[in-house]
């Protein structure tokens, strides 16, 4: 069992940057590929960004790359998502998610546990 607690959105202007965190409990945290994902109103929840157990191995949605950047510290239990030159686009409740597996995964069906999600919103 995995509990997910997200923290760090706010409101912020289009060009500036918001650093998301996900603190994680539960003892198969580490043994787990995590992912970002976020739900605009009236959208369909997407896939931001992704990130092996070990870090080794990360992915990110084309609309975000380069602009955003996923980590982890396994040693706190926690995951991170750097977001960097934000856009009006941007605005959505964001996800932090444990997939049933060590690795990074794209697909929301590999995730089984889910966060409360955090608001992040980008004024033009």
């Known amino acids: 069992q995995v509990e997910l607690v997200e923290s760090g959105g706010g409101l912020v202007q289009t060009g500036g940057s918001l650093r998301l965190s996900c603190a994680a409990s539960?003892?198969?945290?580490?043994?787990?590929?995590m992912g970002w994902f976020r739900q605009a109103p009236g959208k369909e929840r997407e896939f931001i960004a992704t990130i092996n157990y070990d870090s080794e191995r990360t992915g990110y949605a084309d609309s975000v790359k380069g602009r955003f950047t996923i980590s982890r510290d396994n040693t706190k239990s926690m995951v991170y998502l750097q977001m960097n030159n934000l856009k009006p686009e941007d605005t959505a409740l964001y996800y932090c998610?444990?997939?049933?597996?060590?690795?990074?995964?794209?697909?929301?069906?590999?995730?089984?546990?889910w966060g409360q999600g955090t608001q992040v919103t980008v004024s033009s």
């Open positions: 539960g003892h198969t945290f580490s043994n787990r590929g």
């Open positions: 998610a444990a997939s049933l597996w060590h690795f990074a995964s794209l697909q929301s069906d590999h995730y089984d546990h």
